[in-house]
């Protein structure tokens, strides 16, 4: 039985939580002999059993609805100034801005313990790539603050997670060319070669396709980035 010591009561966002600190003796996960590699992509994450769809039609209804409150509470503070947090009206979009917050976060905790529970449960040698760079990469997407804090949930969660159950979690180096990279023969492109979100111009080639013009292997681009990831794993 746990003994609860210190319990801390906050305020966040008009609404108030409790924070119950406990230890616990967790064991480790049976192992599996299995490996893995996760490619995270805006809007999905691809692994060697297929994708994960992290941006669902729900959460883009949410953003949406996010930024239009967003421009709504910029106009009122840009026609009435610090006179504009004042009135009930601006009180009202900010509440329902804050609730969307929290059903995005709540939306996304929960997508992201599921995924990384499985992870942990059925591998033992994680590997994922340095997310800082996905997070450079990002351009015309809505909410990319919001995606942002998605990719570094996903290391945390996924990372205390393999602390717990005794799994290894390997991080690809940010130079790693997971993408450019053919796996099959290992050639990296470079220059006009390369993929880019906009695909290939030179070959004329969609973002999602990887074409290696030295020994004609081709693939899904992310499918291709998984498998360069797993190659990593021990």
């Not at 033992?124 to 909410?143: F, W």
């Not at 990319?144 to 990719?151: A, D, V």
Request: hydrophobic share 35%; aromatic share 10%.
């Amino acid at each position: 039985m746990n003994e609860v010591k210190v319990v801390s009561i906050f305020k966040e966002k008009d609404s108030y939580y409790a924070a119950l600190p406990y230890e616990e003796d967790i064991p480790a996960k049976t192992k599996t002999h299995q490996k893995t590699a996760v490619d995270v992509n805006v809007g999905h994450f691809n692994y060697t059993e297929g994708q994960i769809i992290v941006l669902p039609a729900k959460l883009q209804k949410l953003y949406k609805r996010i930024k239009h409150y967003q421009r709504v509470l910029a106009r009122k503070r840009k026609v009435n100034g610090k006179l504009a947090a004042k009135s009930n009206n601006y009180f009202a979009v900010r509440t329902k801005l804050q609730r969307d917050y929290r059903r995005v976060a709540n939306i996304q905790n929960d997508l992201l313990q599921k995924f990384t529970t499985k992870l942990v449960n059925d591998y033992d040698h994680i590997v994922v790539e340095d997310l800082a760079v996905k997070q450079m990469m990002m351009t015309h997407v809505a909410s990319k603050g919001m995606q942002r804090s998605l990719f570094g949930k996903f290391r945390q969660i996924l990372t205390y997670k393999c602390d717990w159950y005794g799994k290894e979690l390997v991080l690809a180096d940010k130079t790693y060319p997971s993408t450019q990279r053919c796996a099959q023969c290992g050639y990296v492109k470079k220059g006009d070669e390369k993929i880019t979100l906009q695909g290939n111009k030179k070959h004329a080639t969609k973002h999602n396709e990887y074409i290696c013009y030295e020994c004609g292997y081709s693939n899904d681009r992310d499918a291709n980035a998984v498998l360069n990831l797993l190659a990593l794993a021990k």
